[in-house]
């Protein structure tokens, strides 16, 4: 996935400055994706240099003006033909959370414990702001239901990695 069919897929519900695809970005699919403007604007410039997308500069003759971004035909057949292509498998990827845990081994069990329940508020309050958040809609609310389901499943797991630990550890602390 890149930034450039994000922005071509949010530019395909209407036109829009760079800051309103940051603003929505942020509302709509915090979730699965986020940019900020440092990374917008640039990608933006590309895609119009590639012709999918046309600026058009509004405002008045003082003051400041707005560039406002809207897709392309060309755009648009780039749009069709990323989100038409093969759904592509999960990407082996370095996931610094997973090798903090690949090594908690190096801790007494009441330190693991403690980094587990932090893990487990975390995900919990993710999946809670992702839930009390207004809806997006269509398939941008699919999206983020899959998001949601996915950090379940996490917490799920990391609630049985601390119900592992707690037995090891009060099973450590009866020998002794």
Request: avoid cysteine; charged fraction near 35%; aromatic fraction near 6%.
């Amino acid at each position: 996935m890149s930034l450039s069919h994000v922005l071509l897929g949010l530019l395909a519900d209407q036109p829009r400055t760079g800051y309103e695809l940051e603003r929505v970005m942020r509302i709509e699919l915090d979730s699965i994706w986020r940019a900020e403007y440092s990374q917008i604007y640039p990608e933006l410039a590309r895609l119009r240099r590639s012709g999918f997308v046309f600026l058009r500069v509004l405002g008045p003759r003082r003051g400041p003006r707005r560039n406002v971004f809207r897709i392309t035909a060309a755009g648009r057949r780039e749009l069709r033909r990323w989100v038409a292509g093969r759904l592509e498998p999960p990407a082996a990827e370095k996931d610094p959370n997973l090798a903090r845990l690949a090594f908690l081994d190096a801790l007494d069990p009441v330190e693991r414990m403690e980094i587990l329940l932090a893990e487990e508020r975390r995900l919990s309050d993710e999946i809670t702001r992702l839930r009390t958040a207004p809806p997006p809609q269509g398939f941008r609310r699919e999206a983020r239901r899959g998001t949601v389901e996915k950090l379940e499943a996490a917490r799920r797991w990391i609630r049985s990695l601390g119900q592992q630990t707690a037995r090891v550890a009060s099973g450590s602390s009866k020998k002794k």
